[in-house]
């Protein structure tokens, strides 16, 4: 028997071959069935993804923006994801920031999918941020852009690029900056999608930061720097200002850690 199901952005084609019923002690036609299914569809990051992760919690609903605060007007949901759109006829004079009102997690993992529209569009994720006036933040950023520079980059608004792609860094007390490679930034962009969908993982544990996309690290670093590396703060998604973009995301979800002793 054939069965053909759709998850998200993935069509999934099952064979159920008949089991003799005299020799079943349980329904393990169903448990097979069931098990291809939850693989078929995990690769594309479903809506419901936060509850078939253990730990995790949703922080989108996929519907409207509860939980969730920017500048009027420029914040929508579009087909299941949270998208802001500048154009020649709306342009973004200044970056401005989509706060999450869940909480200022410290040690965490958060995973979300995002896309790009535009041949210079930009954004980001913030992290461990503070909130300014005007929709503004300051901290740390799990950097995205359409060109080959940032994606995949640890920004920070006071230090600027603290770890670029394929590098470990290690940050002194005093701040300075002890760099490693981790891999070639061109071929660890070729695991990015242009126009389509990705998967950002940050995991933030102590003073150690790793930025994944797709499943393949970018970046990491370990920031001591004193009285600048912070513990813990606000978490928003970035629209940039510059020529006409659009920024897209959804299947935000959040798994917390309990503080380093």
Same mark, same amino acid.
């Given at each position: 028997?054939?069965?053909?199901? $759709? ?14 019923? $005299? ?14 299914? @939850? ?43 949270? =998208? ?28 979300? !999918? ?22 503004? =933040? ?7 852009? @359409? ?17 670029? $792609? ?5 940050? !002194? ?10 891999? !070639? ?18 995991? @933030? ?26 513990? !813990? ?19 935000? $979800? ?8």
């Amino acid at each position: 028997m054939r069965l053909i199901a $759709r998850f998200g952005d993935l069509l999934s084609v099952v064979i159920v071959t008949p089991i003799n019923q $005299r020799s079943l002690r349980r329904p393990t036609s169903t448990l097979i069935l069931l098990a291809v299914l @939850a693989l078929s569809g995990a690769t594309s990051a479903p809506a419901w993804a936060a509850a078939e992760e253990p730990g995790f919690k949703s922080m989108f609903n996929g519907r409207d923006l509860a939980g969730w605060e920017g500048k009027p007007g420029w914040w929508r949901v579009e087909d299941g994801a949270i =998208t802001s759109e500048s154009t020649p006829a709306k342009p973004c004079p200044s970056a401005h920031y989509l706060m999450w009102r869940g909480g200022k997690p410290g040690d965490f993992e958060l995973r979300a !999918d995002y896309r790009l529209f535009g041949s210079a569009a930009n954004s980001g994720i913030q992290f461990r941020s503070r909130e300014l006036p005007d929709w503004d =933040t300051s901290g740390y950023q799990a950097d995205i852009e @359409a060109g080959d520079q940032w994606t995949g980059c640890l920004f920070e608004h006071t230090r600027g690029g603290l770890s670029m $792609r394929g590098q470990m860094v290690v940050i !002194d007390p005093d701040g300075t900056k002890h760099a490693t490679s981790i891999g !070639d930034p061109k071929e660890l962009l070729k695991a990015v999608k242009k126009n389509d969908w990705n998967v950002y993982r940050i995991v @933030a544990r102590g003073r150690e930061i790793t930025l994944e996309i797709n499943g393949v690290v970018m970046c990491q670093a370990i920031d001591n720097q004193t009285g600048v590396a912070a513990k !813990d703060g606000v978490i928003a998604l970035q629209m940039h200002p510059g020529p006409p973009m659009k920024t897209q995301f959804r299947n935000l $979800r959040i798994k917390l850690f309990d503080a380093p002793k």
